[in-house]
């Protein structure tokens, strides 16, 4: 039996942005897991956990410079209002299991799952864009962001499984029944004047430049099943039929195989989803390991991903759930290889290079903005991923953990045939439908991170253990994005690489088990961070504004500074 139970807030890390006001986040969570198990034949064991976060935020002012150092830009807000919000989590699942023998197992699973969130902010805020160097106003106007949003998801499942070992094969096979319900009821809305006049401005009303409205009442049942044998072989055993043969003389192999599927009654959709992989470890060399993996994947969507939007003649954004989307489809082709081998005093590294491509069909789009993705609604776009993983993992210093990882990665997407022949009604939440133009041309995902360095360095002071050093660097390209409430078609931009640096010190208070008392203690270590040592300015996000000439100007929203941290960590 063990138990956890966990309080944090973030009050100083958020109190150092740019954005000056009253933060007070804070998470609490608690966890048990639980196993009983009266004799050798059966086990029941119990997993929970309770979650719950709160955010409130009473925003005062903010003031960002930007642009190159010929052409310097400021930008001041003034605002009012706060954002509250609530995030309650409870999970839980009990499983019984029934030994048949020391090779068979039958297992009996009941989970179930409630999520209840609230999100509710009403924030106006007045700015003012200038020229830095001719002291010229750019732009000034007012924003206001309303929101009253509140959903409520319970999913439940019951799993039977069953599992058998034999000489060579390891077999596994499970059916699962779910159902799940989600209420939701959303208000919001997005004013924005500039320079005196309404966005977007008519002269015939007063317009919103965004406005949504959603009540939504969701059932639905899955039901999901799959089958698996991992399957090992030695060539010395095959070519000679003696399992005593000499297990060098041959190369291993490991084949992973199986198929699922899935039944949602939501669409009545039904998937088929096969899948392999293949391990071989060489005869010459049984520290390599290749791998090959392939198989057809599916992303069956949840309810975010099913609200479509529409535009009514009012002018207002109305959502309903799309009863035709389909899961997202993934062809995905996988080679890998690991190398352990021994250095610098016969200390062990491994060495793991994999590269991958994965052919993407019916994508659900969706836009990033600031930290909220809305999703289309639709089966708009396919597309495809590549890329390449290095790492190299080893002890540099004895009983320390370092590595170095590099990856390169390339992702594109473009609108399918039936999209580009016949116009939809449907738009993502906040997206101009006057502004949304298809083509066939070809767009980056969000996530397109093309290229991505990390290094994790340890190290003991000369002469002693109980001093310890830790080095983090971390430099990586920036994501695709653009102005709000345009397409992902218009993503046209991409935010600055991230470049970051972290030092840490240890020191070992406490070094061996203290014998003789309740609450042993083997180890004590009081340490001290500084984190973003180069205090960098990285990008998170842009706010947009727009000048007298209804020019957009991105502003960006960098991330913390330099931050002190202090930890102790207490081993019993």
């Given amino acids: 039996m063990s138990h956890g139970l966990r309080y944090k807030t973030n009050r100083y890390l958020l109190g150092s942005l740019e954005t000056t006001g009253e933060y007070r986040p804070n998470q609490l969570d608690y966890q048990t897991y639980m196993v009983w198990q009266p004799n050798r034949r059966w086990t029941l064991d119990f997993l929970g956990n309770i979650s719950e976060n709160h955010y409130t935020f009473r925003p005062k002012d903010r003031e960002t410079s930007f642009g190159t150092m010929e052409d310097v830009k400021t930008f001041r807000v003034y605002f009012d209002g706060q954002e509250r919000d609530i995030f309650r989590t409870l999970f839980g699942t009990a499983s019984l299991t029934r030994h048949i023998g020391d090779s068979t197992s039958i297992k009996l699973l009941w989970s179930a799952f409630h999520t209840k969130e609230q999100e509710c902010y009403d924030i106006q805020g007045q700015y003012w864009l200038d020229d830095a160097g001719s002291a010229e106003q750019l732009g000034v106007g007012t924003y206001a962001e309303h ?131 293949l391990a071989i470890v060489p005869a010459r060399n049984r520290d390599i390991t290749y791998r090959l993996a392939t198989g057809l994947y599916y992303q069956a969507p949840f309810y975010k991903e099913l609200r479509d939007t529409s535009l009514t003649t009012t002018g207002i954004t109305v959502a309903t759930l799309n009863r035709n989307i389909k899961s997202q489809r993934s062809w995905q082709f996988i080679a890998a290889m690991d190398y352990r081998f021994k250095m610098m005093g016969q200390r062990p590294f491994k060495f793991t290079a994999e590269a991958y491509y994965k052919l993407l069909g019916n994508l659900i789009p969706y836009n990033v903005q600031n930290v909220k993705v809305t999703y289309y609604g639709e089966n708009l776009t396919s597309g495809h991923a590549m890329g390449l993983d290095l790492k190299l993992f080893g002890e540099f210093v004895p009983g320390t953990d370092s590595w170095l ?92 690489a991230y470049k970051r640096a972290d030092i840490g010190m240890s020191y070992l208070a406490v070094k061996n088990r203290v014998e003789g008392r309740r609450w042993d203690v083997k180890s004590l270590w009081i340490g001290l961070d500084c984190l973003n040592l180069f205090g960098i300015s990285n990008v998170n996000s842009y706010y947009w504004v727009t000048d007298v000439t209804n020019r957009y100007w991105a502003v960006p929203n960098y991330l913390t500074g330099r931050q002190l941290n202090v930890r102790v960590t207490v081993e019993l």
């Fill in 147 to 277: 929101a009253r949003n509140y959903l409520t998801a319970n999913v439940q499942s019951v799993k039977l499984m069953y599992t058998r070992l034999l000489r060579q094969h390891n077999i596994e096979g499970a059916l699962t029944y779910k159902w799940e319900h989600v209420r939701e009821q959303s208000r919001e809305y997005e004013m924005r004047d500039s320079s005196g006049y309404s966005v977007p401005h008519t002269a015939e009303r007063l317009n919103l430049i965004y406005t949504l409205n959603s009540q939504q009442n969701m059932r639905s049942r899955r039901f999901e099943g799959y089958v698996q044998d991992v399957y090992r072989w030695n060539t010395a055993y095959a070519s000679s039929g003696d399992d005593t043969a000499e297990p060098d003389m041959g190369n291993y192999f490991t084949l992973t195989y199986g198929v699922r599927f899935a039944h949602w009654s939501f669409n009545g959709e039904t998937l088929l989803s096969p899948r392999a992989s």
């Fill in 405 to 496: 990882s590099f990856s390169l990665m390339r992702t594109s997407q473009h609108f399918n045939e039936t999209t580009l022949n016949s116009q939809p009604s449907a738009r993502p939440e906040g997206v101009l439908s006057s502004e949304r133009t298809l083509n066939s041309e070809s767009f980056p995902l969000p996530t397109d991170q093309r290229y991505a360095i990390n290094l994790h360095f340890t190290d003991y002071f000369p002469g002693t253990d109980r001093w310890k050093m830790t080095l983090r660097l971390a430099y990586a390209d920036g994501l695709p994005f653009g102005a709000p409430h345009r397409g992902i078609e218009a993503q046209h931009f991409r935010a600055p």
